[in-house]
């Protein structure tokens, strides 16, 4: 499978606790990005990394998130103390280097809830 | 603010044609995106529009007004596997690569 892969893709976690997403974009993608979405509505904005350095960060996201992606491959998204508003899918993409009209290949997304 | 409307439910019936409007209000304009999304997966890319006009791409049309901030995509021969939701994201201008996404129309296909 040469796609996006999203692990875990459900994770269901007691209200405080921390949790971590693994995401493995398409091989040779350097753009990654992080959305969270919830039930009928669009992806939200998250994060977004070129190769390892991340370039733009929502202001939406609290300090509690945190996102790395070490070695411009694979990503970890991490959200500490988890809160009841934290359920949501969360997604991946990635997409090639060059161009602006360049689509986001997204992945299955891991499905967060938080009890 | 930055907003993207879209209905939030539409019915069409197989063979038919049917249109989904989008309109945005944004910081800029840096281009345009349509995704489907079945239930319950991820999004997937259907057609970007940075200029005025017409983009065909088979069964599926996307057109854009920057002056009039509105978009649409077009789905001929309507067939039941159409039946999902259809996101419009805008890129602002001044961001490389954020996009801001609609809710999302949810497509219903009767036979």
């Known amino acids: 499978d040469t796609g996006v892969s999203q692990d875990p893709r459900h994770k269901i976690t007691k209200r405080g606790q921390n949790v971590t997403f693994r995401c493995d974009p398409i091989s040779e993608h350097n753009r990654l990005y992080w959305y969270r979405q919830t039930l009928g509505q669009g992806p939200e904005f998250l994060t977004y990394?070129?190769?390892?350095?991340?370039?733009?960060k929502s202001r939406l996201l609290s300090d509690r998130f945190s996102a790395e992606r070490p070695k411009g491959s694979f990503s970890t998204l991490e959200i500490q103390r988890t809160e009841q508003g934290d359920s949501a899918m969360y997604l991946c993409?990635?997409?090639?280097?060059?161009?602006?009209?360049?689509?986001?290949?997204f992945g299955q997304g891991t499905r967060l809830t938080v009890v | 603010g930055q907003n993207i409307d879209q209905p939030t439910e539409m019915t069409a019936t197989e063979g038919a044609i049917v249109q989904i409007n989008c309109t945005y209000q944004t910081s800029g304009f840096n281009g345009l995106f349509w995704y489907q999304q079945h239930a319950g997966e991820a999004p997937t890319f259907l057609s970007y529009n940075v200029l005025d006009g017409l983009e065909e791409k088979g069964r599926f049309s996307s057109f854009l007004s920057r002056s009039k901030g509105y978009s649409y995509l077009l789905l001929k021969e309507l067939q039941m596997k159409d039946s999902a939701s259809y996101l419009c994201a805008v890129r602002p201008k001044g961001s490389n690569y954020q996009l801001i996404w609609g809710a999302g129309t949810k497509l219903i296909i009767k036979p």
């Open positions: 990394f070129q190769n390892e350095a991340q370039l733009e």
């Open positions: 993409a990635s997409s090639p280097g060059t161009g602006q009209n360049t689509e986001a290949f």
